[in-house]
């Protein structure tokens, strides 16, 4: 069972708020991941990092910003949310040498008014 | 990455065995078979992984024929709780790099009483 959080589970909140999507794993693990992902359809990573102080933007261009100062914490932040934003976020981590084995957290449903 | 090829949909009595099918004729020497599921409005789940040998874990087994050129995912005694999407990925193992996860349209597991 993999051990990786995400909070808050669930976020409605007006248009021009800032909000902070929290993500954390006990595992050590290396790499970080942030994707998106509408329902019914596919994950778009957003977000990666390799590593403290690495990260890089992913393939589906977002609006969010994420840092890693610390190896179990990879926050996401959007400085005004728009109802665009409206997705759910998915967290995960892979362990140093397995990139493909990736454990997600539960996800946060973001619905922005 | 190869392309794979899964039947959209199937059923399984639950505490029977579900044998979900993957054709991947396209697949090359260095590429790794992956299973993941996705449950409804959760995040995805990694199941298992395999290059040649047949291998098994905790939560299922994974078959590959002799040609690599296709691969069954078997859930032992299914339950209600397998009820979900399932995805087969074909991907060159990454070590060192972040890897972006992409699913087709996968098998959908429905498990009935």
């Known amino acids: 069972e993999a051990d990786i959080y995400q909070t808050p589970r669930y976020l409605v909140i007006g248009t021009g708020k800032k909000i902070t999507l929290e993500c954390s794993q006990t595992?050590?693990?290396?790499?970080m991941y942030w994707y998106q992902q509408d329902p019914g359809m596919e994950l778009h990573l957003i977000h990666y990092?390799?590593?403290?102080?690495?990260?890089e933007k992913g393939d589906l261009s977002s609006e969010s910003t994420v840092s890693r100062i610390r190896t179990e914490h990879f926050p996401l932040t959007l400085e005004s949310a728009r109802p665009s934003h409206t997705s759910q976020y998915l967290c995960?981590?892979?362990?140093?040498?397995?990139?493909?084995?990736?454990?997600f957290g539960p996800g946060t449903r973001l619905t922005v008014l | 990455d190869a392309k794979t090829t899964q039947p959209p949909s199937m059923d399984c009595a639950e505490g029977r065995a579900a044998n979900l099918p993957c054709n991947h004729s396209?697949?090359?020497?260095?590429?790794?078979v992956y299973w993941y599921r996705q449950i409804h409005s959760q995040g995805p789940q990694y199941i298992i992984h395999?290059?040649?040998n047949n291998e098994t874990n905790e939560m299922a087994s994974l078959i590959i024929t002799e040609d690599r050129k296709s691969s069954t995912l078997i859930l032992p005694h299914a339950t209600l709780r397998d009820t979900a999407v399932y995805y087969c990925?074909?991907?060159?193992?990454?070590?060192?790099?972040?890897?972006?996860?992409?699913f087709g349209t996968g098998t959908r597991l429905q498990v009935t009483l």
């Open positions: 995960a981590s892979s362990p140093p040498g397995r990139a493909d084995t990736q454990y």
């Open positions: 396209t697949i090359s020497g260095n590429e790794y």
């Open positions: 395999g290059l040649k």
């Open positions: 990092s390799y590593g403290v102080n690495s990260t």
């Open positions: 595992m050590g693990h290396d790499k």
């Open positions: 990925i074909v991907r060159v193992g990454t070590t060192g790099t972040a890897s972006k996860l992409t």
